[in-house]
């Protein structure tokens, strides 16, 4: 079969219900992934899973597909050492090929600021439990030989981190072993339903209004991504969220040398290769907030611009396509995940420019909170009343792209 072709996948779709145990609006891989573990983990299937358009249709299906748990704060750390884990053993779990390739993570620094960073970000990582080590120009030469360690007498590499288990693996395929699981459990997975407001009884949400009518539910998780503030808006909820454009693209084939992910936290941009043999590439967020799908000429030109001058070969490839997403900022840069203050509403919001990365982790601890009712330790630090508490969990420096 060819590798690129998932011929085995079996959606089941069914008529939406009237009332569910629980309502999931968002069809990206947090909602789904939440849906599969509330299904597999806790036996809770009652679900319905209510997606605008079609599944993986948001960022899910508009990331770059890395991997890593190499993370500047502790809580972080820990949190996204177990979506690693998770995602490593993801394919053997639920029967389906997710193209999980572990390449290892170069990430560069470029002046003594950087390497005292990357220098402390290897001793917080090591200390909480993800394999990270500092390495110098010479090592960072020897582990990705395209790498021009003078930076084109621009940005030269004075040295970096090697996360060893940074890893890619393909979205869409992501996407689907969570709906199939899922379906497979009982749970009602549906496309084309827009939800456009929460109901509200008194001071708890008791369900959606959609387009096809309204859905009660005992409990709702917001999964909406960059739409999120204005979901939850109709239930009296302000989120400290903007919404910020994020941009990417590939190249043609390159032949199947280049095994690792790079990134440059001063350059801000950062470049792996898919199992196709195009270079993926990506950069910061549009620094005007947007719910644009729109992309851009300028994007291209500086991100395109950083990488030739880290990675010359790229002078020699040719843009084929470029995409852009919408994606849900939080204040400090972490995300927010579980309750409101609103009876019956969660939510999995502030995933920035790394939800795909998070989607297991944060999908088996929404569920475990659903089925519980008591708040994870693993996603506890994360939660929105740590703005109102001033314990706020800021960790940009780890973030690839601003």
Same mark, same amino acid.
């Given at each position: $079969?060819?590798?690129?072709?998932?011929?085995?996948?079996?959606?089941?779709?069914?008529?939406?219900?009237?009332?569910?145990?629980?309502? !999931?609006?968002?069809?990206?891989?947090?909602?789904?992934?939440?849906?599969?573990?509330?299904?597999?983990?806790?036996?809770?299937?009652?679900?319905?899973?209510?997606?605008?358009?079609?599944?993986?249709?948001?960022?899910?299906?508009?990331?770059?597909?890395?991997?890593?748990?190499?993370?500047?704060?502790?809580?972080?750390?820990?949190?996204?050492?177990?979506?690693?884990?998770?995602?490593?053993?993801?394919?053997?779990?639920?029967?389906?090929? =997710? $193209?999980?390739?572990?390449?290892?993570?170069?990430? *560069?620094?470029?002046?003594? @600021?950087?390497?005292?960073?990357?220098? &402390?970000?290897?001793?917080?990582?090591?200390?909480?439990?993800?394999?990270?080590?500092?390495?110098?120009?010479?090592?960072?030469?020897?582990?990705?030989?395209?790498?021009?360690?003078?930076?084109?007498?621009?940005?030269?590499?004075?040295?970096?981190?090697? /996360?060893?288990?940074?890893?890619?693996?393909?979205?869409?395929?992501?996407?689907? @072993?969570?709906?199939?699981?899922?379906?497979?459990?009982?749970?009602?997975?549906?496309?084309?339903?827009?939800? /456009?407001?929460?109901?509200?009884?008194?001071?708890?949400?008791?369900?959606? #209004?959609?387009?096809?009518?309204?859905?009660?539910?005992?409990?709702?998780?917001? &999964?909406?991504?960059?739409?999120?503030?204005?979901?939850?808006?109709?239930?009296?909820?302000?989120?400290? !969220?903007?919404?910020?454009?994020?941009?990417?693209?590939?190249?043609?084939?390159?032949?199947? #040398?280049?095994? =690792? =992910?790079?990134?440059?936290?001063? *350059?801000?941009?950062?470049?792996?290769?898919?199992?196709?043999?195009?270079?993926? $590439?990506?950069?910061?967020?549009?620094?005007?907030?947007?719910?644009?799908?729109?992309?851009?000429?300028?994007?291209?030109?500086?991100?395109?611009?950083?990488?030739?001058?880290?990675?010359?070969?790229?002078?020699?490839?040719? =843009?084929?396509?470029?995409?852009?997403?919408?994606?849900?900022?939080?204040?400090?840069?972490?995300?927010?995940?579980?309750?409101?203050?609103?009876?019956?509403?969660?939510?999995?919001?502030?995933?920035?420019?790394?939800?795909?990365?998070?989607?297991?982790?944060?999908?088996?601890?929404?569920?475990?909170?659903? @089925?519980?009712?008591?708040?994870?330790?693993?996603?506890?630090?994360?939660?929105?009343?740590?703005? &109102?508490?001033?314990?706020? $969990? @800021?960790?940009?420096?780890?973030?690839?792209?601003?």
């Amino acid at each position: $079969m060819n590798e690129f072709v998932e011929r085995k996948i079996a959606l089941t779709w069914r008529a939406p219900k009237r009332a569910y145990d629980v309502v !999931i609006v968002g069809g990206g891989g947090h909602g789904l992934a939440t849906a599969y573990y509330l299904a597999t983990r806790h036996g809770i299937t009652n679900v319905a899973v209510l997606e605008r358009n079609y599944i993986g249709s948001g960022n899910s299906g508009r990331n770059t597909t890395i991997i890593r748990a190499n993370y500047g704060i502790p809580e972080a750390v820990r949190f996204y050492q177990r979506s690693v884990d998770l995602y490593a053993s993801l394919e053997s779990e639920t029967g389906r090929g =997710i $193209m999980h390739r572990q390449k290892g993570l170069l990430w *560069l620094a470029h002046s003594e @600021a950087g390497v005292r960073a990357e220098r &402390a970000r290897a001793e917080v990582n090591v200390a909480f439990g993800t394999k990270t080590e500092f390495v110098d120009p010479d090592q960072v030469k020897r582990i990705c030989p395209q790498i021009d360690i003078t930076g084109g007498g621009l940005w030269p590499v004075a040295g970096g981190t090697y /996360h060893p288990e940074g890893s890619t693996a393909r979205h869409d395929r992501v996407v689907w @072993a969570f709906a199939e699981g899922a379906m497979r459990q009982g749970v009602d997975i549906q496309q084309g339903i827009r939800v /456009h407001s929460l109901r509200v009884e008194g001071d708890r949400v008791t369900g959606v #209004e959609t387009d096809q009518g309204p859905i009660s539910a005992g409990v709702v998780l917001s &999964a909406a991504g960059g739409h999120v503030t204005t979901l939850v808006s109709t239930a009296g909820v302000r989120l400290p !969220i903007r919404t910020h454009p994020l941009q990417a693209f590939v190249t043609n084939h390159y032949a199947l #040398e280049f095994p =690792i =992910i790079v990134a440059s936290a001063t *350059l801000l941009f950062y470049a792996s290769q898919t199992a196709r043999g195009e270079m993926l $590439m990506g950069a910061e967020i549009d620094r005007q907030p947007s719910y644009s799908y729109r992309s851009s000429h300028d994007f291209l030109q500086h991100c395109a611009f950083r990488a030739m001058t880290l990675l010359p070969f790229l002078r020699n490839l040719r =843009i084929l396509r470029q995409w852009t997403g919408v994606c849900d900022m939080s204040p400090d840069y972490s995300p927010i995940m579980g309750k409101t203050g609103i009876d019956g509403l969660l939510i999995t919001t502030g995933w920035g420019t790394w939800g795909f990365k998070a989607i297991p982790a944060a999908g088996e601890q929404l569920a475990q909170l659903i @089925a519980t009712g008591a708040t994870p330790e693993l996603i506890a630090p994360f939660s929105l009343d740590r703005f &109102a508490r001033d314990r706020t $969990m @800021a960790d940009r420096g780890s973030a690839g792209t601003h």
